[in-house]
């Protein structure tokens, strides 16, 4: 037992005072954050009178954007995908639809509803593309350009690279079948594209839960909090960490991950690229290191930014299963690619990307789960062996949730001066009871998964996707002239 | 950790961040209170001036007057409400519709404000004055934009390029060719856009673009000239397709040639399906495998056998084209 607290009191000491430092950084890192995103939100709601958005709608010079949209046995919701797509208001878009593999009845839906003919050019071999590609489909009028490619299963990242091939347009922009997109997301995500055409490579949208939301044909007509509240704290988690953390980075030019739900590229520098990575399990965070990579070693100038408008809505886990596997693959993803990118963490030559972003990805990102769980662990370890006070754990334990309950209503604070989509009063309370509720239990067990998928990653375990169970959105009904829930 | 930091400390640092919590939730509820009841005002007032607004809208020119009295004893947010409504409706009308809006705003004393701040030190002023002056119907404005075109900041100027082709005026075309070279800092494509929108004035002024020594003018004269030129373009950008020294120059002058369908412009095409630059040849091999195939059979054959696979694809009709 000596032994024991001798050991555990040298810990203390020793770890005492950096686990101080950084509790203090990691939170004081995402105000920082927050604070770098509501001056941009500032500035942008001060330019809402005069985007130009309408002239670009109508513009024949609005750079073109084939929509690239992977779909693995989405049988039933790939043709109102599609749709909604097809129809988003944008001057010049093709919509490439790369079925992979699906043992359902995804292809013969969208061949039927949309009367695909076949086409039996030969295919461009811009990429390489492990999947075999069986057969390619167009559609056969003129009032939309569709274009389904029918290959062998081979994963989301793959099924992207076979799209590519075949994109025509001057911009790729990647979404995925399930994910709702707002009418005007192509426009918004473009802008940067068309402001500063020749610097911008890349640009990511704002991806939002959509469960709660009421749904009409594929677009978000009302938008609401969930009732589980699993799915409610992913709500405050996603505007803290994606929208507002985001915006943050791409203030600083440092921003590093673009969600694959919905990012825009320069077609010509995924091309130059090679596309993206099959057998990255964060295939979006490599993608988008690869080109920071590329454009720096080529000392191009170039940026990659953030549109902080919401632009798709998709479905967060709502059960703990699928939960903890999402997390479990963001971290191996994580961490796969930081260990790729290692050279890149600290070297000036990659400017805010290696001084600052990868630093902090490694950090507050890769490491927080741990010694998140090391500080569960040892407290009370500390608490039995009388090496900490209860009355002074227990504070310095609330000191710390509530700083990180003040970060999140921070972001939240932020959402209501900005975009405020949850307009209800009663999603307003579930926001802050969501935020509360997050410290108690939910960043714990997040921290235990994602430890796990890092682990994974050591061990070099093969990485299974396993299958998103979805509870399916909340269909307005069609009669309804009013909107009820 | 008992040693770390005094429970003195830690207790002042609880007291801190429980109150910067407080705070926080009291902001945000705050705010959605004041956002709940601006909104509910704003939309009264809406309801209040929207029918004057449209019998205004629509009112013949004897009536404009009587109509008009309404907007002039609009005051505080009243009168935002107008301006917002009338502003809001200017972006989809045309004629008469916007004549008259205009009057709304000259009567609110909009366009009064824009045009005092157009000299605002504040450059988001300046850009909403010209976006504003650019709605409108207002022979004054254009002089207004043209001076801001040529502001010191790049997103003053864009907007206020935007602006002046919405005019349509003849007044605003050489302020348009100007902001065309990248070295203006106006993208291109609010440039190209805002020419367009002024198609009946621009499309003899932008032939001089094809000799520019920017890449960026000769480019977007290339794109503009099948939209406004057209058939008169068909020279310049046949010359352009070959011997334009941008690839991009080249790619654009056959998308614009894919537009305008002429036969002369097939020798031309072929040369460049057959030069070096893969993008450039494939965008002149679709350009020829848009034409009527009686024009380009024997070109096409050939290029269907040409090692670039992109090429052989571009040169095979799609299954909608037979």
Known sequence: ?485 | MPTLISSSVVFSLLIASTTACAVAVVLVLAMRLFRRVHARRMRRLTDRVRPAILQTAVAEQDELDDSLAVFRSLRGRARRSAESMATRMLYDVTGETRTNLTHILIACGTVKRAVARTTSTVPVRRARAAEILGLIDFPDAVGHLIRLAQDENAEVRSVATRALGRTGRREAIAALLAALPSSSGVPAVIVGSALLEAAQHSAAAISGGFTDEDPAVRRTTAILASHVMSPGAIPSLITAVTADKEPLVRIAAARSLTRLQTRQAVPALYNAASSGHSAVSVAATAALASFPSAWTQEVLNDLRHHPDVDIRRAATATPIGG
Not at chain 1, 211 to 230: F, I, T, Y
Not at chain 1, 285 to 310: D, N
Not at chain 1, 440 to 468: C, D, F, P
Request: glycine share 8%.
């Open chain 1, 1 to 485: 037992m000596d032994v024991a607290h001798d050991v555990l009191s040298t810990i203390f000491a020793v770890m005492a005072i950096p686990m101080l430092a950084y509790f203090i950084a990691i939170n004081t890192s995402y105000l920082a954050l927050i604070a770098l995103a509501s001056r941009h939100f500032a500035k942008h709601i001060r330019r809402s009178s005069f985007t130009g958005e309408r002239s670009m709608a109508a513009s024949p010079l609005t750079p073109g954007i084939s929509v690239l949209m992977p779909a693995y046995n989405e049988e039933t919701v790939i043709v109102a995908s599609v749709r909604s797509v097809i129809d988003l208001r944008y001057p010049d878009h093709e919509v490439i639809v790369v079925n992979d593999g699906s043992t359902d009845a995804t292809l013969q839906a969208l061949i039927d509803t949309f009367g695909l003919v076949r086409d039996d050019r030969e295919h461009p071999v811009r990429v390489p593309v492990r999947g075999r590609i069986r057969q390619v489909w167009v559609s056969a009028g003129g009032e939309f350009d569709l274009t389904v490619i029918d290959k062998e299963n081979s994963g989301r990242s793959d099924s992207l690279n076979a799209g590519l091939r075949f994109a025509e347009r001057d911009l790729v922009v990647m979404v995925d079948a399930d994910s709702l997109i707002d009418p005007d997301a192509l426009l918004k995500v473009s802008k940067p594209f068309a402001d500063d055409p020749e610097n911008t490579v890349a640009t990511g949208g704002v991806v939002r839960a959509v469960n709660g939301c009421l749904v009409n044909r594929g677009r978000v007509v009302d938008v609401g909090m969930p009732k589980q509240l699993l799915a409610k704290i992913q709500v405050v988690e996603y505007l803290r960490a994606f929208l507002l953390g985001r915006t943050g980075w791409s203030q600083l030019n440092a921003l590093v991950l673009i969600s694959g739900a919905f990012g825009m590229f320069r077609r010509d520098i995924l091309l130059e690229v090679g596309g993206l990575d099959a057998d990255s399990i964060g295939e979006d965070f490599e993608l988008v290191m690869r080109i920071h990579r590329l454009m720096r070693r080529s000392k191009r100038p170039y940026r990659v930014t953030f549109v902080a408008e919401p632009v798709s809505w998709t479905e967060v886990p709502s059960t703990m299963r699928v939960l903890a596997r999402q997390r479990r693959r963001w971290h191996r993803g994580l961490w796969e690619v930081l260990w790729k990118y290692r050279g890149m963490t600290f070297n000036p030559r990659y400017g805010a990307v290696g001084m600052v972003a990868l630093p902090f990805y490694w950090a507050f990102e890769l490491i927080a789960p741990l010694l998140e769980l090391v500080g569960l662990i040892l407290v009370p370890l500390g608490l039995a062996f009388g090496l900490v006070d209860p009355g002074y754990g227990l504070l310095f334990l609330l000191v710390s949730y509530a700083y990180g309950f003040f970060v999140t209503l921070a972001a939240l604070v932020v959402e209501e001066a900005s975009f405020h989509r949850y307009d209800r009063w009663r999603d307003l309370g579930s926001c802050i009871w969501a935020a509360l509720a997050e410290n108690l239990g939910y960043r714990q067990l997040t921290a235990i998964w994602r430890l796990q998928g890092w682990w994974a990653a050591l061990r070099g375990t093969k990485q299974e996707w396993g299958v998103m169970t979805r509870a399916g959105f909340l269909e307005e009904p069609v009669s309804a002239g009013a909107v009820s829930r």
